[in-house]
């Protein structure tokens, strides 16, 4: 079968249960002998994963992945506890997986708005410390965590969620001590800590208008700027129903215009209720029944949904993968997914690329199959 073939092949989208049965072997492709030729294949490795306790999430990983990205390790709290207390264990550990496996390594996040140590951006009476009290903490932060994993981490976000919606700053304590100022100057950080690093900003709703100007607009200040900035990182927390496909690729083909790459950085789908469209962690909702209705398995007529709308995304990463360097699901099975607690704690929720059982999702295998065929 050749390259267009398979694409229209992958557009029907539609005969998943011709294969739903089929046991993958060891012998047959991984999703990265797939799609390797079109961008990287990363997923979010948990610390489970990253210390290799979790074999079968492992085994996974090596077959079908040839990025990793850490999903909580590199984070603030965890590897910056205290103003003169940095603690690299898992980071290092992360890392050291990643370079085991061959794999392109990523680190997620140096400025982040959320799971920040609570001492980054006051002083000991709890105000906020001054623009330059900030910039100097925000420069030791990067330099120290960049430099650390210099040449062995391929790129990072430098900052994450720092843009709303409708277009306007997080009032984060970032922006609030240092304005606008406080992107440009990460930026600059971590390109002077690691010249060779690419460097990423990385939002969610990213398919949403005034967010999409506002991000269009900062890469190219930042560009004008002379500071680098390799890719604009669309995570990708989706649902079935949301967001509208052609504004996600109306964003996609916005940001790749800018002339940087783009990524999908933090890829899944939600099978359940949609409550409210934001992965923002602190946006939480009590917990009802209604909202959990499939805590044993997901029922076929909604699977069979979820699969052809995930098909439907990844024929539009390959539609443009001329501009997408990497997509990268937020987790390997659903069982560890972020989603089953957010936004409402304890649901039972379907969002990734493999099952609880390690299995391949249809759409997964309906990908695998197709390179199987064409070799
Ligand atoms: O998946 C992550 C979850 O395990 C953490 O509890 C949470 C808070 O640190 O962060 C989740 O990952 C977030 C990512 O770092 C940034 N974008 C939104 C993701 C989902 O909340």
Same mark, same amino acid.
């Given at each position: 079968m050749n390259r267009k073939k398979i694409f229209c092949f992958l557009l029907t989208g539609a005969a998943f249960s011709a294969c739903a049965t089929r046991q993958v072997t060891t012998e047959e492709?991984?999703?990265?002998?797939? &799609? =390797?030729?079109?961008f &990287?294949? =990363?997923?979010?490795?948990?610390?489970?994963?990253s210390s290799g306790r979790d074999t079968a999430a492992v085994r996974i990983v090596q077959r079908h992945?040839? @990025?990793?990205?850490? !999903?909580?390790?590199?984070?603030?709290?965890?590897?910056?506890?205290?103003?003169?207390?940095? /603690?690299?264990?898992?980071?290092? %550990?992360?890392?050291?997986?990643?370079? %085991?496996?061959?794999?392109?390594v990523?680190?997620?996040?140096?400025? $982040?708005?959320?799971q920040l140590a609570p001492w980054f951006c006051v002083d000991k009476e709890g105000c906020n410390v001054s623009a330059e009290i900030l910039k100097q903490r925000m420069k030791d932060h990067i330099t120290t965590i960049v430099s650390r994993y210099r040449g062995r981490i391929k790129g990072w976000d430098v900052v994450? #969620?720092?843009?709303? %919606?409708? =277009?306007?700053?997080?009032?984060?304590?970032?922006? #609030?001590?240092?304005?606008?100022?406080?992107?440009? *100057?990460?930026?600059?950080?971590?390109?002077?800590?690691?010249p060779d690093a690419e460097l990423y900003y990385n939002d969610y709703n990213m398919h949403t208008p005034g967010k999409r100007r506002t991000v269009v607009k900062l890469v190219n200040d930042l560009r004008a700027a002379g500071l680098r900035i390799t890719a604009v990182g669309m995570q990708g927390h989706v649902g079935m129903d949301y967001p509208d496909l052609d504004e996600? #690729?109306?964003? *996609?083909?916005?940001?790749?215009?800018?002339?940087?790459?783009?990524?999908?950085? #933090? $890829?899944?789908?939600?099978?359940?209720?949609?409550?409210?469209?934001?992965?923002?962690?602190?946006?939480?909702?009590?917990?009802?029944k209604a909202l959990n209705p499939y805590p044993e398995a997901l029922p076929?007529?909604?699977?069979d949904r979820w699969n052809a709308k995930m098909t439907a995304y990844m024929n539009l990463f390959i539609k443009h993968a001329d501009v997408i360097s990497r997509?990268?699901?937020?987790?390997?099975?659903?069982? /560890? @997914? $972020?989603?089953?607690?957010?936004?409402?704690?304890?649901?039972?929720?379907?969002? &990734? *690329?493999?099952?609880?059982?390690?299995?391949?999702?249809?759409?997964?295998? !309906? &990908?695998?199959?197709?390179?199987? %065929?064409?070799?």
């Open positions: 492709p991984g999703l990265k002998s797939v &799609l =390797g030729d079109k &990287l294949v =990363g997923v979010a490795l948990n610390t489970h994963q992945f040839n @990025s990793i990205v850490a !999903e909580n390790c590199m984070k603030c709290q965890v590897i910056h506890p205290q103003e003169d207390r940095y /603690d690299f264990r898992q980071a290092d %550990e992360f890392v050291k997986f990643g370079e %085991e496996n061959g794999m392109a990523i680190g997620h996040c140096l400025i $982040w708005h959320s994450n #969620e720092a843009i709303m %919606e409708d =277009g306007s700053y997080r009032q984060s304590k970032f922006y #609030e001590i240092l304005g606008e100022s406080f992107i440009s *100057l990460a930026f600059q950080y971590a390109q002077e800590a690691d996600f #690729e109306q964003s *996609l083909q916005a940001y790749a215009a800018t002339g940087v790459k783009v990524m999908i950085t #933090e $890829w899944d789908m939600s099978a359940l209720p949609m409550v409210n469209h934001t992965a923002n962690v602190s946006d939480t909702v009590a917990f009802r076929d007529s909604v699977s997509v990268t699901a937020w987790g390997v099975s659903d069982g /560890d @997914s $972020w989603k089953n607690d957010f936004p409402v704690h304890g649901r039972t929720d379907y969002a &990734l *690329l493999f099952d609880r059982n390690y299995q391949p999702k249809p759409f997964v295998k !309906e &990908l695998l199959n197709t390179k199987s %065929e064409a070799y």
